[in-house]
């Protein structure tokens, strides 16, 4: 099956046979995860980064806001009911994945920095 990702949307699917698809990135954010280990992928689309700016539409739709989509994208492609926060939280793919994501962002700081 074919899964469009829209603006401010997430598809999550463990069937291998399935895509997920985006379009018109633009200014937005994909945000994808595939783990081969637990045959589960996902793809988020978020327009801003942060739900502070708006708390109303964040409840309403969570996928628009990173700290609020991220989240929801790993709950959902991890367990069909959803993790509790602590589960997420100590799952070691998800904290190798946020490990790397914070090197990778500290390398870049310096990198900026030096310029």
Known sequence: ??????????KVSSDPA???????????????????????GGMLH??????TINPDKARLNPYMF?????PELFRQAY??????????DT???VVKTLTQFNE??????KWVSEK
Not at 46 to 51: G, K, Y
Not at 66 to 70: E, I, Q, S
Not at 79 to 88: K, Y
């Open 1 to 10: 099956m074919r899964h469009i990702v829209g603006v401010g949307d997430m």
């Open 104 to 109: 990778g962002y500290d390398t870049f700081v």
């Open 46 to 51: 978020v327009m801003l980064p942060t739900s």
């Open 91 to 93: 799952y070691l793919p």
């Open 79 to 88: 367990e069909p009911d959803g993790m509790t926060v602590d589960e997420f």
């Open 18 to 40: 399935d895509v997920i698809v985006t379009h018109a990135l633009g200014t937005c954010l994909g945000i994808v995860v595939h783990d081969p280990v637990a045959r589960v």
């Open 66 to 70: 990173v700290d609020t989509g991220v």
